[in-house]
Nanobody
Framework: QLQLVESGGGLVQAGGSLRLSCVAS????????MGWFRQAPGKERESVAA????????DYATSVKGRFTISRDNAKNTVYLQMNSLKPEDTAVYYC???????????????WGQGTQVTVSS
């Protein structure tokens, strides 16, 4: 079983930056694709970004493209989400997730962390 633990959330002003981290344990990290999702109050969970096993392929939601960067360090069993130029609409609980399927098949993510709150003030 794969366990995921996110960190790095917090309160930031609009235009600021945050970096989220997600540490994995319980199975070989390099054998799973990783993704970030978010859920704002009263809204459905949405995909944010995904990265392939090697890190060579990435995918982003249109709303975050050019502002967010996903990366991974397989030696540290960690995936990151660098968030720049944050907007109030980025406010949400952010979850990391893992999948053994195609990295940008967001419906197939089966392992989830507990989430970390990101709040962007205007």
């Amino acid at each position: 079983q794969l366990q995921l633990v996110e960190s790095g959330g917090g309160l930031v002003q609009a235009g600021g930056s945050l970096r989220l981290s997600c540490v994995a344990s319980g199975r070989p990290f390099s054998s799973v694709n990783m993704g970030w999702f978010r859920q704002a109050p009263g809204k459905e969970r949405e995909s944010v970004a995904a990265i392939s096993l090697s890190g060579r392929s990435t995918d982003y939601a249109t709303s975050v493209k050019g502002r967010f960067t996903i990366s991974r360090d397989n030696a540290k069993n960690t995936v990151y989400l660098q968030m720049n130029s944050l907007k109030p609409e980025d406010t949400a609980v952010y979850y990391c997730a893992a999948s053994r399927n195609v990295y940008n098949d967001y419906a197939k993510y089966a392992y989830w962390g507990q989430g970390t709150q990101v709040t962007v003030s205007s």
